[in-house]
């Protein structure tokens, strides 16, 4: 559906996604380490850490407690807005639509994400939120970022639950 190489992005230091999406694996796997999906998100604005997050869906029995989500909200907070214009969000995994959708409607500049989600993902996989054409507001999006490392701190985890 969509190119699945990561495109480096002209306005981004080389290797600061790399990194970004590095803080974002730490997160993932303190969500493991509290059995939750290990899914990590971070939220930056001007080269800054506004917001950090990991899934929480299990101890606060919500659904919408996904680490993006999470971050959006920590992120509004720290900014004192909703509008989250010229901020990057970095998540290990492929927004779902859920994520998709709020992050499209918080006015997230960029999305990049590592591991891409052929089961429910919204930025490519499976559909695309972020891009669809009808919306008022489309983030830049780039996928693959650490995908590798993404994707083993998933498999390790559902590996140890089965």
């Known amino acids: 559906m969509t190119d699945r190489s990561a495109q480096p992005n002209a ?3 080389p290797g600061a996604d790399e990194g970004w999406m590095a803080m974002a694996l730490a997160e993932a796997r303190s969500a493991a380490a509290a059995g939750e999906v290990p899914i990590g998100a971070v939220v930056v604005r001007d080269g800054a850490l506004v917001a950090a997050a990991a899934n929480r869906t299990v101890r606060d029995a919500d659904a919408t407690a996904h680490a993006e989500t999470l971050a959006l909200r920590a992120a509004s907070r720290a900014v ?3 509008r ?3 901020c990057t969000l970095y998540v290990t995994l492929e927004p779902c639509a859920m994520c998709a959708g709020a992050l499209v409607l918080a006015r997230v500049s960029r999305v990049v994400f590592g591991a891409w989600d052929d089961k ?7 559909g695309d939120i972020l891009r ?6 489309r983030p830049e999006v780039r996928g693959g970022v650490l995908a590798s490392e993404c994707a083993a701190v998933l498999r390790e985890f559902f590996r140890s639950r089965r």
Not at 120 to 126: D, K, N, P, T, Y
Not at 132 to 137: A, E, G, I, Q, T
């Open 11 to 13: 306005r981004q230091a």
């Open 80 to 82: 004192g807005g909703w």
């Open 84 to 86: 989250l214009d010229d």
């Open 120 to 126: 429910a993902g919204m930025a490519g996989s499976v």
């Open 132 to 137: 669809h054409p009808r919306l008022n507001h």
